[in-house]
C-alpha cells in the first residue's frame, strides 16, 4: 500500500474512498511552520491513520517518532524493508506488538520514506518496574528533572487523571493501583518527548510524532513535558475524534473522523 493507491476509511459501518492528501488540504499554518508536530489517534480508527498520512505527506519531516515503536525496533527500519509492507512488518515483529493491523500504520512510513524513524515505545519490563522505583529512577535520573518528572503533578489534575485511568479500565482496578497507573502515562509522556527532542536536534526537523490522543494532548500529554525540557521549541498537536465524540483536554487543534464498531470495551473486564 503507498499514498499513491486510494485508501480505504471506514464510516459508519459503510467504506469511503479518500484521495490521497484529501486531509492535508485543511493543514493549518501552525502546523506547518511547527518543529514538532503530535499527531494524535484512536489506535484502530483507519481514518485516523489515513489523516496522519496525509499531513505526514504533506509536513515532510525530517524525523518520525512512534509511540508504536521500541527503540531497537526503530533501528531495524532500513532503506530497503521500508519500500515493502510485508518486509518492514516483519522487520518491526510488528504482529507480537499488540497493536493494531500494519497496514493503517504503514501509510505512515510511506508518506515519509526518507525521515528518520525514532521509537518511543517503553519496554514492558521498564513499566513493570514503576511497581519497585520511583518514576525518577525508571525515567532517568538524568532527565528527570528536565522533562518535570521529579515534581508531583498538582492535586487536582493528579485526581482527574486517576478518575480517567478508573473509567478506561471500566471501574476494575484496584484503587491503589490508580497512582502508578498515572505515573505509566507520565512516563510514557516523558518518553515520547524525549524522542521527539531528540530527533529535532540531530536532524534539525520538523519532527511527526504518532500517538494516541491522551499523550498528544498539549494541556499535561507529551507535548506540555517537551515544552518543560526545552521551552523554545515550536510545537503542534493535533486530536483526533469520531463521529463528533471529540478527545478530551488540550489540542491545538481537534477534528472529527469516522467512528469504530467496538462494542462495549468493558466486556473484557467481566
Known amino acids: 500500500m503507498t499514498l499513491g493507491i486510494l485508501k480505504s476509511i471506514v464510516c459508519s459501518g459503510a467504506v469511503l474512498l479518500a484521495a490521497p492528501f484529501a486531509f492535508a488540504e485543511a493543514l493549518p499554518d501552525a502546523a506547518r511552520s511547527a518543529d514538532v508536530v503530535f499527531l494524535g489517534e484512536q489506535h484502530d480508527n483507519l ?76 519496554p514492558r519490563d521498564q513499566v513493570r518496574g514503576l511497581m519497585e522505583k520511583p518514576l525518577t529512577e525508571a525515567f532517568g535520573a538524568a532527565d528527570a528533572t528536565r522533562f518535570g518528572l521529579d ?44 524522542a521527539a527532542l531528540a530527533a529535532f536536534e540531530q536532524t534539525g526537523g520538523p519532527v511527526v510524532v504518532i500517538t494516541g490522543n491522551g499523550h498528544a494532548r498539549a494541556d499535561w500529554g507529551a507535548p506540555f513535558v517537551l515544552r518543560t525540557a526545552q521551552p523554545d521549541i515550536s510545537l503542534f498537536s493535533l486530536g483526533q475524534g469520531e463521529a463528533g465524540r471529540m478527545p478530551e483536554g488540550g489540542f ?19
Open 151 to 194: 515534581q508531583p503533578l498538582p492535586p487536582a489534575q493528579q485526581t482527574e487523571r486517576e478518575a480517567l485511568q478508573r473509567a478506561a479500565h471500566c471501574d476494575a482496578l484496584p484503587e491503589d493501583l490508580l497512582p502508578m497507573m498515572v505515573s505509566v502515562q507520565r512516563l510514557r509522556d516523558a518518553t515520547l518527548a524525549r
Open 47 to 122: 481514518g485516523h491513520h489515513a489523516r496522519q498520512a496525509d499531513w505526514t505527506a504533506a509536513l515532510a519531516p525530517k524525523a518520525l517518532v512512534f509511540e508504536m515503536l521500541t527503540p531497537e525496533q526503530a533501528e531495524a527500519v532500513t532503506s530497503d524493508n521500508r519500500k515493502d509492507e510485508s518486509l518492514l512488518e516483519a522487520a518491526l515483529a510488528w504482529t507480537d506488538s499488540g497493536w493494531p493491523d500494519f497496514a493503517m500504520y504503514y501509510p505512515i512510513f510511506a508518506a515519509a520514506p526518507d525521515a528518520r524513524i525514532y521509537g518511543a515505545g517503553v
Open 252 to 270: 491545538d487543534e481537534a477534528v472529527d473522523g469516522p467512528a469504530v464498531d467496538r462494542g462495549d470495551p468493558c466486556d473484557a473486564f467481566n
